[in-house]
């Protein structure tokens, strides 16, 4: 079982940058990769990026590439998600998940953390 807990959520103008953390604990096998999700009101849930434990090597979707930029601290068990140059379409709430790679990459990994919302305003 794996318990993923987000934090840095809140409100920032356009423009502005934000950081969410998320923290992995329990059994976390290293071929697992570390992905962050979000979902706008009305919207479908849709994929923003993942981290793989093993190197590092981050992966983002089009919409967010050059703006966010996804760490992670195998020490801690924790990845972070740098937000910079936001803008009003980013706002959504955003949730850490894990899982291996092509569940990640399929939207269904195998653990959901509870989501940290994000605003940003015009």
């Known amino acids: 079982q794996v318990q993923l807990v987000e934090s840095g959520g809140g409100m920032v103008q356009v423009g502005g940058s934000l950081r969410l953390s998320c923290v992995a604990s329990g059994v976390i096998f290293s071929n697992y990769v570390m992905g962050w999700f979000r979902q706008a009101p009305g919207k479908e849930r849709e994929f923003v990026a993942n981290?793989?434990?093993?190197?590092?090597?981050?992966y983002y979707a089009d919409s967010v590439k050059g703006r966010f930029t996804m760490l992670r601290t195998n020490a801690q068990n924790t990845v972070a998600l740098q937000m910079n140059n936001l803008k009003p379409e980013d706002t959504a709430v955003y949730y850490c998940a894990t899982g291996t790679a092509l569940k990640v990459q399929a939207g269904t990994p195998d653990y959901w953390g509870q989501g940290t919302q994000v605003t940003v305003s015009p």
């Open positions: 981290i793989r434990w093993t190197d590092g090597r981050a």
